[in-house]
T-cell receptor, first 111, second 114 residues
């Protein structure tokens, strides 16, 4: 059974204080790892897809990296508008189209 | 592109009533997914369709839940009869065919069953 564990559950940062969110996964063959951002009262918003170990993708202050067991979402010099819940999901070779989601990291960036 | 459209955005109903949630996927997307999100269980896949055909409904909690996709631009999720434990946020998502598997989510329907 595919499993995704995100840590920490919650993270409070001061504006400008860089940090990383972790997504550990156990799958029977990774087809893709997805990062989403979810604001209160809204649907998950797609950020990145990573397909193979060593791959990195960047968007503004966010950079996602992937190894064979985990992914990191690095946030550089965050701003209050980066406050949201960040969700990680995996698509495995044994699951057709079904994504398995982690429980998310709730990020709060204080001004 | 308008993105995935869901209606209603909020629904309050009484136990035993029928509830119908609606979704319009992104034009050109072949896959449509229905999810439920709660604090306790997070995001759970209920059912998904490929080219309007239900592929996997193993996540549908009970026979009280049913979903249809009569055409490529419309899907419904129906709960009959509704129960308080069905209270959650229901999301619809869509994606393109194989090779472009990123799912794009709608804004959700927040359902409260009293």
């Amino acid at each position: 059974e595919d499993q995704v564990t995100q840590s920490p559950e919650a993270l409070r940062l001061q504006e400008g204080e860089s940090s990383s969110l972790n997504c550990s996964y156990t799958v029977s063959g990774l087809r893709g790892l997805f990062w989403y951002r979810q604001d209160p009262g809204k649907g998950p918003e797609f950020l990145f897809t990573l397909y193979s170990a060593g791959e990195e993708k960047e968007k503004e202050r966010l950079k996602a990296t992937l190894t064979k067991k985990e992914s990191f979402l690095h946030i550089t010099a965050p701003k209050p508008e980066d406050s949201a819940t960040y969700l990680c999901a995996v698509l495995s070779s044994g699951s057709a189209r079904q994504l398995t989601f982690g429980s998310g990291t709730q990020l709060t960036v204080l001004p | 592109d308008a993105g995935v459209i869901q209606s209603p955005r909020h629904e309050v109903t009484e136990m035993g009533q029928e509830v119908t949630l609606r979704c319009k996927p992104i034009s050109g997307h072949d896959y449509l997914f229905w999810y439920r999100q709660t604090m306790m269980r997070g995001l759970e896949l209920l059912i998904y369709f490929n080219n309007n055909v239900p592929i996997d409904d193993s996540g549908m909690p009970e026979d009280r839940f049913s979903a249809k996709m009569p055409n490529a631009s419309f899907s419904t999720l129906k709960i009959q009869p509704s129960e308080p434990r069905d209270s959650a946020v229901y999301f619809c998502a869509s994606s393109k065919r194989s090779g472009q598997e990123t799912q794009y989510f709608g804004p959700g329907t927040r359902l409260l069953v009293l």
